[in-house]
């Protein structure tokens, strides 16, 4: 069995069915950040033997949300892990891109039950660049063999200008990390500013703490929403899109209920070399301010402006 917290990414489910694989989903709520609570995992586990010994996956900073968990809330699902038997994937894909430059992954607490799973693309704002790493516990060798076996019937490698680009990338230069820190400190104050306006206009929204995703709950706009027939977060959407010409992801596709006023909300729709470069010109001491923001994320700003103007009765 494969367990996933909801909000999930998108095409764990799939994945999981394709494999003939029953999957659970863990509810969270706003008021945990969306992260699973070693609590109720347990209480999970207590009620459902059937899931002793799952798969967990764990996303984080996760997309739909860019909430992450602190160590302690690792050490804690860890214990869980280890005294119901489950084999953890820890899709760390956004780690590096931790706002607090600090992320920890849960294998640290669980090493022998814990497969990481990373990569080039998000990181290194790489998308086409397309190479994927998966690290396994000596427990796990059967499994890392399977995997294995199963990639050489899918790819025969990755391609040589990919390779000599993760040379680079993993080798984690000074040159990397000032291109990683200045990539964080973008993202943070654009987080930071987004989520001021949305909060100011009643909307739910947690600040994250990685990554370049927002998970959004229109709840408190549910009797005005409904007075335009819209029932659903998918409803919502597609109104959204053609009524103000911004595109959010409906949270019904990230596995929350149909009925909840939920979607994503992915804040990269502007220039990222142009603001790294004037990321740089500034140095990593001196503070973004207000004109920076609205100079280089104008296109981000405007569609928050168009959601709060539709969103108005």
């Given amino acids: 069995r494969v367990l996933l917290p909801s909000p999930s990414w998108v095409s ?14 863990l509810a969270t709520t706003a008021e945990n950040r969306y992260k699973v609570k070693a609590e ?34 690792l050490a804690a699902l860890a214990e869980v892990a280890r005294r119901y038997n489950l084999t953890l994937l820890s899709d760390e894909i956004y780690s590096l891109l931790s706002y607090d430059n ?36 000596e427990r796990l060798f059967a499994l890392r063999d399977a995997v294995a076996v199963s990639a050489s019937e899918t790819f025969s490698s990755v391609s040589a200008p990919i390779q000599y680009a993760a040379i680079e990338a993993f080798k984690f230069g000074p040159d990397i990390q000032e291109y990683v820190a200045h990539s964080q400190r973008l993202l ?9 306006r949305l909060q100011g206009a009643g909307v739910r929204v947690c600040m994250p703490d990685g990554a370049y995703y927002l998970f959004v709950d229109f709840a408190e706009f549910r009797d005005i929403l409904q007075g335009r027939g819209l029932h659903s977060s998918l409803q919502l959407c597609q109104r959204l899109l053609e009524e103000s010409g911004v595109a959010l992801l409906a949270g019904s596709h990230f596995y929350r209920p149909t009925e909840e006023l939920t979607a994503r ?10 603001a790294l470069k004037a990321s740089f010109s500034r140095g990593l001491s001196a503070d973004l301010d207000q004109a920076f923001i609205e100079a280089h994320f104008a296109r981000v700003l405007k569609g928050i402006e168009r959601l709060v103007a539709w969103l108005s009765p």
Avoid: M
Avoid at 109 to 117: L, N
Avoid at 265 to 271: E, M, P, R, S
């Fill in 12 to 25: 764990y489910v799939p994945q999981s069915q394709i494999l003939g694989r029953q999957y659970r989903l």
């Fill in 40 to 73: 109720d995992l347990e209480a999970h586990l207590q009620a459902e033997p059937e899931d002793h010994g799952a798969l967990l996956i764990l996303n984080y900073p996760a997309n739909p949300d860019g909430c992450s968990y602190a160590a302690e809330e």
């Fill in 102 to 137: 600090k992320p920890v992954s849960i294998a640290h607490f669980y090493p022998e039950g814990t497969i990481v799973s990373t990569g080039l693309s998000k990181w290194c704002g790489a998308g086409g660049w397309r190479l994927g790493c998966f690290a396994f516990p």
């Fill in 188 to 196: 943070k104050v654009l987080a930071q500013d987004i989520v001021e």
């Fill in 265 to 274: 909300l992915a804040f990269v729709d502007f220039a990222g070399e142009e």
